[in-house]
Each structure stands twice: as C-alpha cells, then as structure tokens.
Nanobody, 120 residues
Framework: QVQLVESGGGLVQAGGSLRLSCAASGSIRSINSMGWYHQAPGKQRELVASFTVGGTTTYADSVKGRFTISRDSAKNTMYLQMNSLKPEDTAVYYC??????????????WGQGTQVTVSS
C-alpha cells in the first residue's frame, strides 16, 4: 500500500505565498508521475500542476508563472510553491501519484487534501 500525505496549507492574504508538500511512502518501487489537483466548493477537481518521470511538466493556465512544481526523488516528495496567490486559488489541494509497487503492480493514489484559503 502507498500513502500520500500533504502538508503546508493554510490561510494567507492575496499576494502571499505558500509551499505545499506531498510525501509518498509505503511499498514503492518507482513513481511514474505526480501531480497537484485542487477542488473548490461546488466545483470539480482540477489539475493544477504535474510532472512525469520523463520530464514533462504541465501547469493549468490559471497558475502559470505563479506556481512551481518540484520534486525530491530521493525522498519521494513533491512540492508546490505557490506565489502571488489570489482568492480564486482557494480550494482543497490534493496530491496524486502513479506508483509502481514493489510487487510490480501499478496504482493511482490520492492524498487526504490540504486546505488553502486566500483572503482578499
């Protein structure tokens, strides 16, 4: 089994910054991709940013130039640096990962989410 644990959410004023972390643990052989999604009240969960092991990085148009996704492969940890935050960034942020387990079985996993609230 694989666990994803997010941290770093909180309340920040518009224009401020936050850094989210997602630590993956458990039966992990390799991680093929990781990403951040957010879900605002009454809305669908949407991709914020992601990367693949091949080096492809994707950002939602709404966060380009403001958010940066990164990883520490040795620690199986992913980060999301969020700058110039806007009230519309307010949402629960979820970590997602495509993982190959030590049993060679692949699975897709979600974290429990961390709340980000941006006040105007």
């Amino acid at each position: 089994q694989v666990q994803l644990v997010e941290s770093g959410g909180g309340l920040v004023q518009a224009g401020g910054s936050l850094r989210l972390s997602c630590a993956a643990s458990g039966s992990i052989r390799s991680i093929n991709s990781m990403g951040w999604y957010h879900q605002a009240p009454g809305k669908q969960r949407e991709l914020v940013a992601s990367f693949t092991v091949g080096g492809t990085t994707t950002y939602a148009d709404s966060v380009k130039g403001r958010f940066t996704i990164s990883r520490d492969s040795a620690k199986n940890t992913m980060y999301l640096q969020m700058n110039s935050l806007k009230p519309e960034d307010t949402a629960v942020y979820y970590c997602n990962a495509d993982v190959v387990g030590r049993n060679w079985l692949s699975g897709n996993y979600w974290g429990q989410g961390t709340q980000v609230t941006v006040s105007s």
